[in-house]
Structure formats: C-alpha cells, structure tokens
C-alpha cells in the first residue's frame, strides 16, 4: 500500500516497537522523519500519509500508537484533522509538529486534543523525546506554553485580550490562511469539503473580528498575513527538509 514504510527489522523486533504514523504533505519531510525515527530502538513508522484522508484510512487500518501530525495540510488543517482522530480513535496519542509559532498553534492543538507540539526547526533534537513522553501519556510542551497555559488554569491574572488572527476560530483561522494563498471562495469551499455559503459565513465573521470593511481588506491583510508567515518560516536557520536531514550527526542521536 502507497505510503507503508518498512524499515527492515524482524517481526518480533518490529512488533516490540511503538508504531508511529507520519502525516505531512511534503515527501522529504516525512521520509527525513521517518529515517530519524527508524533510528531509535524503541519505535518504528508504520506508515506515511500526505493529507487527511490519507491519515484516517491508515489509522483505521494501521492503528498507530502515535500520530505525528503537521498543522498544515492541503485539504483540511492539522488542527481539523486532529479533531476527528480525538471522536473516531480518542486514546490515539496525537504530536502536532509545525512551522508556525506556537503561540497562535499550540493552544488550539491542545485544545484538539494534541498531547504535544514541537516546533520543526526543534524537531531533530526533541521529536523522539515528544514520541516517548506522549506514549507514556504525558503532554509535550515548551517551557514557555507550559507556564502560560498553567497561569490560565489558576486564573494568575486576566488573560490578555487577544488582537488580530489570534481572535479567529479554528476554522476562520484555516479560511483566512487559504485565502492568504491565493484561493478564491469556490476554492476555499472545495478544499474544505464546505458550501460557498459557509465560507461566505466564515469570510463575514473573519471581516468582523478583524475590523475590515469589505473583501478586498480581508485578500490584502490574508496575503500580507501569509507572506509573514512564510518569511518567518525562510528565516529560521533549520528548513522544513534540513530539520530531518538523515546525514546531519543530529539527526542521528537516538
């Protein structure tokens, strides 16, 4: 089956391992993962998927210990898929792995029902180490998220009123991202599986929330928006395919 990784290793080996399933929609990030991961003593890639729907099929049939998934897919966001892992297989361990800062990402992964979110120009260094605290079902955050999210639980003071794309739902997050893409209205519906007039729902309240007054802001601040994203991502000293670069010697730390 497309998509299947066989590392070579005996049955009982690979039975003795926890199975891993990667879901990211670049084929040197998942291969690079998957050659890092093969690598460790304890956990094995049972298979590779490059979009949602690639992801269930392979869970249903597969069924993983852990799913390694990235935030941005072409079809449906990470986020959305996580959500459909936690109502179809609820104790799946589920590790988001992203580009985007964690502090507009992670929140909304947890709240999912991620376990973990590891940045990827971090990932060389803690993806194992995630895998193993997920499995052993603990969360893996930064520091940083960990502190924030605990000061929101004791209520330390008044979380701060959030501004700009933050204020976004999950799913006007996503609209607001294809659109910074360059995807019009019947794009945006098809890539979510939604009618025109959902996303014309989503594209008023995204108006709203962010203070626009008619469609042309709302293309111009999505664009702007994007490109942000995408220089912060160019900038990063590790890229998407490097992070998991098999031959680096930190990519072969165990």
Not at 217 to 231: K, S
Request: glycine residues 6%; contains cysteine.
């Amino acid at each position: 089956m497309p998509g299947l990784s066989r590392p070579p290793a005996s049955r009982s080996t690979t039975c003795a391992k926890a199975t891993v399933l990667i879901v990211d929609d670049h084929p040197i990030v998942r291969q690079g993962l998957a050659q890092l991961i093969n690598q460790a003593p304890d956990m094995v890639v049972c298979g590779q998927a490059g979009d949602a729907h690639q992801a269930l099929e392979m869970i249903r049939q597969l069924q993983p210990r852990v799913a390694v998934v990235d935030v941005s897919l072409k079809q449906a966001s990470g986020i959305e898929l996580v959500k459909d892992i936690r109502l179809r297989w609820p104790k799946l361990a589920v590790l988001m792995l992203s580009v985007h800062d964690e502090s507009l990402y992670a929140e909304r992964a947890i709240r999912a029902g991620a376990r973990g979110y590891v940045m990827k120009e971090e990932a060389t260094d803690h993806i194992l180490q995630a895998i193993r605290h997920v499995l052993q079902g603990s969360m893996y955050l930064s520091d940083p998220l960990k502190e924030r999210l605990l000061r929101q639980t004791m209520g330390a003071r008044p979380a701060p009123r959030r501004v700009g794309v933050e204020r976004l739902s999950d799913r006007e997050l996503e609209v607001f991202r294809l659109i910074g893409l360059g995807l019009v209205t019947r794009q945006v519906a098809q890539q979510l599986c939604v009618s025109v007039k959902t996303v014309e729902a989503y594209r008023q309240r995204i108006k709203e929330k962010l203070g626009l007054e008619n469609a042309t802001q709302i293309i111009r601040q999505a664009i702007q928006w994007a490109m942000e994203q995408d220089g912060s991502r160019r900038a990063k000293p590790t890229t998407r395919a490097s992070s998991f670069n098999p031959a680096s010697p930190r990519s072969a730390r165990p």
